[in-house]
Each structure stands twice: as structure tokens, then as C-alpha cells.
């Protein structure tokens, strides 16, 4: 058994580290003097940083739609390092077209790879870092489960799944020492768009109203997106670094802006229709908070 001489830095377990902001925060905690296992469905794509970091970076062959690779990578990075310390869950996919256009072969597709992937990920290291009384997991999610956009509903759902299970698994590792934080990344200058998102052949000529400006101009989004990489990382490792780290984390003015302008959305919505909703409620129910002092 190879084995590392890390012994106070942390180990960090990064998918989809070959490009875009994997790569940019596996490039950055490298450089912090960390640990990393470097996870790549073509793993020769992050050879060149396991080299320039001998035995703090080591390299592990992961399709995380795969459950086999990811006991094996998880099974190559104790084998070396003895711990995982930050797991993040990076890996995604995405497809644009309307919720009629696309197949269900090509949601699950989605899927598998940015919600079962990242529920067999956590299965395979959460034992370890409960052994070891501590971890913090970044699940990384989108601005989409706040801003909904076109074209983008099953991307967006995905990552909405990934938030379901993170509340609940934050509540439920707390325990044992282990941090969970949602990370809501907005429009990044990565090449996410080329590299990861498919467009389906299968196009409903009658959507083109609501959805053809989006395929044409979905190109220049990497382009000219407002977000840096690099910076993204280095808020992550913020987070981390943090002894009371947030449970979700805005990246990018673009994302705080949609939040901030969501909430006043759904709040105003709310009080419009506050008497409909508490109107449901058992008579009985009604009546004991009427007579309330």
C-alpha cells in the first residue's frame, strides 16, 4: 500500500476536478499547500497537476454515474491519504430544451449523474468521516433553484433534488463533527456550457417563441459571464477554513441579486394571498386562534 506523509493538511475529495471550477479550486487548494484527489472521467486531463504536486495530488479514474469507480476512487484516496477531510460534490451535466422536448433517457441521464451520483458519493465517504468525527461537504448546486429560467428545467430540478437531500443530511451528520454547505454558483467564465450541456435535436418548432433566443445566444454564456473561477475557489476554501460556515453560499453578484430579488417576490405573493392559504385550515383550528388573546 502506497501511503502519503500528509499529515496535518487537508484531504480534499473533488469530482469533476478537469475543468471549470473543479479544477479551479483543486489548482487553489493545491497551491494552499493541501491535499487532493484529483476525480476525472478522463483522468489523463488532470495529470499535469498530480505532477506538478507530487504526493499531495493523486489521480482517480471517477464517472460518478458509475458506482463501482466511486468505491474504487474513495477506496484509492484512503488507501493513500487515511482520511477524507472535504468532500465536494462538482460533477454536473446539463441539457437545454423544454420540459416537452426532452426525453426521459436524456433527464435521466441528468440524473444520474447530478443527483444519484452525488447520492452514491456521499454513501461511500460519509462512513470515514463519521469514523473520524469530522468533514465538511460542499455540494455544489445553481442559482437555477432560485431563478427557474427557461430551458433549463431539468438542470434546474436536478440541482433542487441536490438541495432537498443536503438540508436534511446537514441536520442529520452535525453529530459527528461534519459541516454541509450548499454551494449556488451563478454565470462563471468556465467553458461549462460547451463542455456540459447538451441541446436536443428533438426541438417543438412552435417553442421557438419562448425558447429559440436561448439556444441561439447559450454559446457566448461562458464568455461573457461575470464570474471568475478562480475567486469562486478561493470563497469555497473561505467556507471551509470557517469555524461557522454557512449552510448555503452565493457565488457571484448575479446570484445574490436573484436570491435577494426572489425573496421579495415570493413574499410579496405570499402576504397577496395570505388569507386564501390560512384559510384551509380545520374549523376548529380557526376558531382556537380567533379566540387567542
Given at each position: 500500500m502506497v501511503t502519503s506523509s500528509i499529515s496535518q493538511e487537508r484531504v480534499w475529495f473533488i469530482t469533476g476536478s478537469s475543468s471549470g471550477l473543479g479544477r479551479a479550486l483543486a489548482e487553489a487548494v493545491l497551491e494552499k499547500g493541501e491535499a487532493v484527489v484529483l476525480t476525472a472521467r478522463k483522468a489523463e486531463k488532470v495529470e499535469d497537476l498530480a505532477s506538478k504536486f507530487p504526493g499531495r495530488a493523486i489521480v482517480a479514474q471517477l464517472d460518478v454515474r458509475k458506482p463501482e469507480e466511486v468505491r474504487e476512487a474513495v477506496k484509492q484516496a484512503i488507501a493513500y491519504f487515511g482520511r477524507i477531510d472535504v468532500l465536494v460534490n462538482?460533477?454536473?451535466?446539463?441539457?437545454?430544451?423544454?420540459?416537452?422536448?426532452?426525453?426521459?433517457?436524456?433527464?435521466?441521464?441528468?440524473?444520474?449523474?447530478?443527483?444519484?451520483?452525488?447520492?452514491?458519493?456521499?454513501?461511500?465517504?460519509?462512513?470515514?468521516?463519521?469514523?473520524?468525527?469530522?468533514?465538511?461537504?460542499?455540494?455544489?448546486?445553481?442559482?437555477?433553484?432560485?431563478?427557474?429560467?427557461?430551458?433549463?428545467?431539468?438542470?434546474?430540478?436536478?440541482?433542487?433534488?441536490?438541495?432537498?437531500?443536503?438540508?436534511?443530511?446537514?441536520?442529520?451528520?452535525?453529530?459527528?463533527?461534519?459541516?454541509?454547505?450548499?454551494?449556488?454558483?451563478?454565470?462563471?467564465?468556465?467553458?461549462?456550457?460547451?463542455?456540459?450541456?447538451?441541446?436536443?435535436?428533438?426541438?417543438?418548432?412552435?417553442?421557438e417563441i419562448s425558447i429559440g433566443n436561448i439556444r441561439q445566444n447559450m454559446w457566448d454564456h461562458d464568455l461573457n459571464a461575470l464570474g471568475d473561477p478562480k475567486k469562486a475557489a478561493l470563497a469555497m476554501i473561505k467556507v471551509v477554513d470557517s469555524d461557522n460556515p454557512p449552510i448555503r453560499l452565493a457565488l457571484g453578484a448575479d446570484t445574490v441579486e436573484?436570491?435577494?430579488?426572489?425573496?421579495?417576490?415570493?413574499?410579496?405573493?405570499?402576504?397577496?394571498?395570505?388569507?386564501?392559504?390560512?384559510?384551509t385550515d380545520v374549523d376548529e383550528v380557526v376558531m382556537n386562534k380567533i379566540s387567542l388573546p
Open positions: 462538482n460533477a454536473g451535466v446539463s441539457t437545454i430544451g423544454t420540459i416537452e422536448e426532452v426525453s426521459n433517457e436524456e433527464v435521466r441521464r441528468l440524473f444520474e449523474t447530478n443527483f444519484f451520483g452525488v447520492l452514491e458519493t456521499l454513501r461511500v465517504v460519509l462512513p470515514y468521516m463519521r469514523q473520524q468525527r469530522s468533514g465538511h461537504i460542499l455540494n455544489v448546486s445553481s442559482v437555477g433553484c432560485f431563478s427557474t429560467a427557461t430551458a433549463w428545467g431539468f438542470y434546474n430540478s436536478s440541482k433542487l433534488a441536490l438541495e432537498g437531500i443536503s438540508g436534511a443530511l446537514l441536520s442529520e451528520v452535525a453529530p459527528f463533527g461534519i459541516k454541509v454547505t450548499i454551494v449556488e454558483p451563478g454565470a462563471f467564465r468556465t467553458d461549462f456550457i460547451k463542455r456540459s450541456v447538451a441541446v436536443i435535436d428533438t426541438q417543438i418548432e412552435d417553442y436573484t436570491i435577494e430579488s426572489v425573496l421579495q417576490f415570493m413574499k410579496a405573493e405570499l402576504d397577496a394571498w395570505r388569507e386564501v392559504s390560512m384559510s
